[in-house]
């Protein structure tokens, strides 16, 4: 049982590249979350979905897109990186939808440490 | 909007030894969850302690306890017996109800506090 696991672990990009960040969890959970991490900052949510097929933009969507490929999986996509995108990306699952009237925990992957020069 | 605020940028406690981190939040809401998750150097983000806001008891889980003063708006975390591996940086989070307008479901944390803990 890995839990959330996120890939790649490092990454260094040029000003203008693209790419996907993938997160997979095996806890069958409903719910999943993208946040980023800046230095002396706690996380802030880019984007959730809180069911299959259905996505919503968190506190700092901007210069991102997801996809909920299925339960499982939810990836994130850098169209044209920037410079401020330097940051580590977390990905977390929960168990329940947030329509489902409770909240419950968020558990993390492991994170990416994003470079865009 | 919810905020929630962490004092101490930096503590410091001997091994063995029992600190206290605070935490502060701002909400409008009655019912909402309270979280302290930590993470050590390796950056993983590992769940702490969880606390009901309709639940007047402290959680506890082992050597770390809350201190949750609901109308202060106040969730301090204590580590008693003091552990090497218990330095990290430590996050308060809190999560909305999940019928709150907007970011439903997620979690707003805290800054940080570092936590050194002295042999």
């Known amino acids: 049982n890995a839990g959330v696991t996120q890939t790649p672990k490092f990454q260094v990009l040029k000003t203008g590249q693209s790419m996907t960040l993938q997160c997979a969890q095996d806890?069958?959970?409903?719910?999943m979350y993208w946040y980023r991490q800046d230095p002396g900052m706690g996380l802030r949510l880019i984007y959730y979905?809180?069911?299959?097929?259905?996505?919503d933009k968190g506190e700092v969507p901007n210069g991102y897109n997801v996809s909920r490929l299925n339960k499982r999986e939810f990836s994130l996509r850098l169209e044209s990186a920037a410079p401020s995108q330097t940051s580590v990306y977390f990905c977390?699952?929960?168990?329940?939808?947030?329509?489902?009237?409770?909240?419950?925990?968020?558990?993390f992957g492991p994170g990416t440490r994003l470079t865009v020069l | 909007a919810q905020t929630v605020t962490q004092s101490q940028p930096e503590m410091s406690v001997q091994e063995a030894e029992t600190v206290t981190l605070s935490c502060t939040y701002d909400?409008?809401?009655?019912?909402?969850?309270l979280f302290w998750y930590k993470q050590p150097p390796s950056r993983q983000m590992i769940l702490v302690i969880r606390?009901?806001?309709?639940?007047?008891q402290n959680a506890t889980e082992n050597r770390f306890s809350v201190n949750f003063q609901k109308a202060a708006k106040s969730f301090s975390l204590k580590i008693s017996d003091s552990q090497l591996g218990d330095a990290a940086m430590y996050f308060c989070?809190?999560?909305?109800?999940?019928?709150?307008?907007?970011?439903?479901?997620?979690?707003?944390f805290g800054k940080g506090t570092k936590l050194s803990v002295k042999p």
């Open positions: 977390a699952s929960s168990a329940r939808g947030v329509l489902a009237g409770e909240v419950d925990t968020q558990y």
């Open positions: 806890m069958n959970h409903n719910s």
């Open positions: 979905s809180a069911s299959e097929g259905t996505t």
């Open positions: 909400t409008s809401e009655s019912d909402y969850y």
């Open positions: 606390q009901e806001a309709y639940k007047q």
């Open positions: 989070a809190y999560s909305p109800p999940t019928n709150y307008g907007g970011s439903q479901g997620n979690l707003i």
